[in-house]
Structure formats: C-alpha cells, structure tokens
C-alpha cells in the first residue's frame, strides 16, 4: 500500500504572533511522520487564512516559498473558525488520504498527531482528539467549557465530551462531511453523524502559545446556541412536554374546583379560576410545541442532509 498523503489545517485567523513557532514545530513533526514511514512525502501543512488584518497571509506565503510542505488557502474575507476549518477540510479532501484539524496557537499537543495517524493506519476513519486535562485554563474558562458539553448533551446535541475540533478524518469521512450541505456550521456536532470506525486519542491541552483568544464567552455563548439549534429539536420537545404537564396539572385540579365554586359562595373563590389559568397557558403551551415539532421537522428537512453512508459491502456481484 501506497503511503498516505495527510494534511494538517489549520486556520488561522490574526495569527502572526504564533506562525512562526507553529509552522517550524509542525514541519519537525510532519518531517518526522515521513521519515518514520508513516506518512507520504507529498503531506503537507494547509494554513487556512480566515481574512486576517495582520501579515497572517504574507508570512504563510513565504513558508510555502521556502519550502513545499506548506500549503495556502486565503478565504476573501473574515468568515470564522468553521467556515475557515471547512475550506480547508474541503480542500484537503481532493488533495489527500486524511487530513487533521487543529489550531494554530499550539494549544493543541501536536504530538497527538503521531496516535491519530496510527489509528488511522489501523483503519479508522475519524480519530477524535480528547483533552484529558484543562490544568492550564483558567477556572472561568475551564467551567464554562465544561458546563458547554454537558449542556449540549441536555439539549439533544451529540458531541464527543471535551473533544474541540481537533480530529483526524480519512478521505471518505471528509467525502462524507461535504455532503453535509447545512450553512449553519457546527463541526464538532456533526462529524459524529457520519459514523464509520472512530477512535479518540487523548492529550493535555496546553496554553496558547501568544496572541489572545478569538474566542470570548460572547461567541462562545453563541457558538453553543448555534450548536444546539442547528443539531437538536429537543428544545422544542422541552416546551411541549412543559405544556402536556401544565395542561395535565390544570385538568387534574379542575374537578376539585369546580365542587368547591359549587359549594361557596362563589365571590372570592380563585381556585376555579387558577385551574382554568393553567389548564388554558398548558393548552397554548401544547399547541405551540406541536407546531414547534412541525417547525423543527421542516427544519431539518431543509437541511438535505445524506441520509446514510456505506462502510461496507459483501456481494460477489459488486467489484
Ligand atoms: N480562528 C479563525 N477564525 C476566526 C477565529 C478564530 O480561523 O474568526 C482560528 C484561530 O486562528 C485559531 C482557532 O480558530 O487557530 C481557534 O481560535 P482560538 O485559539 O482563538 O480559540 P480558543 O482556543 O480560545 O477557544
Ligand atoms: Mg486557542
């Protein structure tokens, strides 16, 4: 068997403070994977440039002067981390056997490389890469990354627990994830989907190299919301089980009600009419659920997502 090509992507978005340092240490690495007969000699590294305002682009062009192993793709403008991790995936999945993702700020341990290529040579098709410890993050950080995963998994969202988006994907799974035509992007949510034979490969995630995170709590927060609503409908489901309950808890207490209305004197007996509040709010609620689930059905329609993926075939009659 040939040696795969693989490619390392990385986006980079404002990154001239770490480039340097990446680009000299994945270069080592990637030397490295060569000549342990691992990897082809055509693999190479793929910056994704995510329209940086600083000399992000130029540098990445004379590294990709200096020696071949570098590779480029600038995006016309500022498009965010998954869109910039997507051009780079979708350009690495007609050059490559497998490509992996990870950030440029070195945060992800690059000597996690050498496990996900071996599992990929074992045969497997996505090998996910899992921090096994956050020592290095503040406590702020720390906790809402973690609360972030926990959520997710609430709210119907199938993530692989403290994995980011460094992973390793073979041709066929990259083939696979371009069929995923969704413009709402949330990679990590729906790699998962694809299947085939997965492995994880864990590290310790380190601090960032230099320059400060593009990543506040503001987009986090957004980042989150975005993950569930563009993964799950489970929120809907939320409000119509709310409403069946309410409804339920209205109707129980009517009977009781309307015997002790019957019975007074029917000037300030409220009991009827709080029964009737929430019998009516829980029937509003349900209604709103059930077109909730028709949204949510639609919703997913317009996805077009790839309904399923072949792994195997066993039939004579197929070469
Ligand atoms: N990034 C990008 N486009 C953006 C923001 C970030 O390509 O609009 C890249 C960034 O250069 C880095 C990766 O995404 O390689 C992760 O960003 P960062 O390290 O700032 O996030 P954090 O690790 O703090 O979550
Ligand atoms: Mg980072």
Known sequence: MNKPVLYIVVPCYNE??????????????????????????????????????????????????????????????????????????????????????????????????????DKYLEGCDIVYGVRSARDTDTFFKRFTAEGFYKFMEIMGAEVVFNHADYRLMSKRALEALSEYEEVNLFLRGMVPMIGYKTATVEYERGERFAGVSKYPLKKMLAFALDGITSLSDRPIQFILT??????????????????????????????????????????????????????GKIYLETKHRPRYFIAEVLDNRKD
């Not at 000399?55 to 480029?72: C, K, L, N, Q, V």
């Not at 056997?97 to 490389?113: E, G, K, R, T, W």
């Open 16 to 117: 001239e403070e770490v480039l340097p340092e990446t680009s000299k240490r994945l270069k080592v690495k990637l030397s490295d994977l060569v000549a342990a007969g691992k990897v082809s000699e055509d693999s190479r590294v793929l910056f994704v440039d995510d329209g940086s305002k600083d000399r992000t682009w130029e540098m990445i062009r004379a590294y990709h002067e200096e020696d071949p192993h570098f590779s480029g793709v600038k995006l016309s403008r500022n498009r965010g981390h998954q869109n910039a991790l997507l051009a780079g995936l979708m350009t690495a999945k007609d050059l490559a056997d497998c490509a992996i993702s990870m950030d440029a700020d070195l945060q992800d341990d690059i000597n996690a490389i050498d496990g996900m290529v």
């Open 242 to 295: 709310l409403g069946l309950v309410t409804t339920a808890g209205g109707l129980a207490s009517l009977p009781v009600s309307l015997i002790r209305y019957a019975k007074s004197d029917h000037e300030n007996d409220t009991a009827l009419l709080q029964s009737s509040l929430w019998t009516v709010g829980g029937l509003v609620l349900t209604s709103l659920g059930i077109v909730g689930d028709y949204v």
